[in-house]
């Protein structure tokens, strides 16, 4: 069974950085894509970046290229979120997500996801 482990959200002020951790387990999790997604109460949830099993190639969401990057420790099977210069509208819920097919941003093509992690950026 694979699971994914997010950890790293917190309270931070505008402009900060802060770093994510996803923990892949229970499989070869080079089988998967991962992504990032985000949601805030009332809304979809939003593809933030997602990164290619194959060949590490990365995919951004909307608004993100430029401040968020993505990088793996192979030896620990965990995937790292670096957000920089953050602002008030990155504040939301965190998912670190799998897939083996289709697009990076639709939700329903991920098959596991992780609990969460809030992430709140003060102005």
């Known amino acids: 069974q694979v699971q994914l482990v997010e950890s790293g959200g917190g309270l931070v002020q505008a402009g900060d950085s802060l770093r994510l951790s996803c923990v892949v387990s229970?499989?070869?999790?080079?089988?998967?894509?991962i992504s990032w997604f985000r949601q805030v109460p009332g809304k979809d949830r939003e593809f933030v970046l997602g990164?290619?099993?194959?060949?590490?190639?990365?995919f951004y969401g909307d608004g993100v290229e430029g401040r968020f990057t993505v990088s793996r420790d192979n030896a620990k099977n965990t995937l790292y979120l670096q957000m920089n210069n953050l602002k008030p509208e990155d504040t939301a819920v965190y998912y670190c997500?799998?897939?083996?097919?289709?697009?990076?941003?639709?939700?329903?093509?991920?098959?596991?996801w992780g609990q969460g992690t809030q992430v709140t950026v003060s102005s």
């Open positions: 997500a799998g897939k083996r097919s289709g697009a990076y941003w639709t939700v329903s093509n991920y098959e596991y």
């Open positions: 229970g499989g070869n999790w080079r089988r998967f894509d």
């Open positions: 990164i290619s099993r194959s060949d590490d190639r990365t």
